[in-house]
């Protein structure tokens, strides 16, 4: 008999370190923009599994492409070369014009490298320990040690002091506010360009002008954190590409294995070469079979134009998002570009994501306490938005009835 999903999420929560409050479901396939729990329940998607599933569940070449690397070569070491590494760091050097990459297996350890590349940078410069790093408030940037560090957070940070020395915190989209943090041990500001934890905050164009001119006169590196908000999701491959400001190294992740666990760093000009053989390394990093995965998004998304279609189908959002707001006097704030967008509410979310859920099955996730993040895979259409907006508002109508 087939265990029911009450079953299998006593036996999950029996075996599982609790470090997350799980909502009771078990998904067990994927089809499109749907989701099906273990009782063939149907789910429409607007959370990507964390904007990760940028194509959507089971796209056909892609799948081909996983499993054809699959029976061939899944791992040989970077002591070795393989050529879907290659591929996939040529095709990511063209589409981020960065210089050089680094593949990674998750996005915090692309933002370890980044740190590292900071350190190293402000190293060779006079071989003092002493230089810092510039972070923002409200950002997240992962959960070890050094990405932790970085990440705007008390709660997140609290309980795991102390943490790597020499992070100094500004507030994001407040130049004043980097400039009084700047000196001449500055080595790098890291930031997300469209903070995605933190509520859907895009940076400002001012902002990040002033701090690459900081930057530059400072002689230390801007680091962008591309990992949520890249990869075609603001509309652009890259979110900086909307600002016309470059990063010297920027990170990538989620959905650049569309689901495949990949990430990167890259980086350009002078940040692209101050690290050195020994300095750096990951056993798994850039394996054969997670590089098939990555080459195979990056050919997808040009061939089936993604983040064109984002940024069309991102306005699309955007118009009905406001028609939501305009109706509903609990959505204070609506912000977001492309395919990553929020809703603010005047009230804790947890239970409108939870209805949401349950009662519609609709998959959202929040973004803190109080917003509503809508960062669905890229290939959603129009039918899709309004499908979403429909559920979403019958959930809106039952909150503000009870
Ligand atoms: C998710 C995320 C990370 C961490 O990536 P993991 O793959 O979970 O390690 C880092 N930065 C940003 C902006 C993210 O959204």
Redesign the pocket.
Known sequence: MNKSQENWIAEGEAAFYKTYNRYPVVFERGEGICLYDSDGEKYLDFYAG??VNALGYGDPEFTKAIQEQAGKLLHVSNYFYNIPSIEAGEKLLAASQMDKVFFTN??????EGALKIARRYGYNKDGKHDHEIIAMAN?????SMG?LSVTGNDHYQEPFKPLIPGIRFAEFNNLDSVKALFNEKTSAVIM?TI???GGIYPAEKEFLEGVRKLCDEYDALLIL?????GMGRSGKMFAWQNYGVKPDVM?V??ALGNGV?V?AFLARGKASTCMVPGDHGATYGGNPFVCAAASKVLDLFKEREIPAHAAKMGEYLWKRLEEIKESFPVVTDHRGMGLIQGLEFSIPVGPVVSDALLKEKLVLISAGTNVIRFIPPLIIEEKDVDEMTARLTRVLKAVKAE
């Open positions: 964390i904007a998750s996005g915090t350890e692309a933002v950002s997240f940037h992962g959960r990405a997300e903070q995605g934890e954190d591309e990992i949520q908000c990170t992740a989620k666990p990430g």
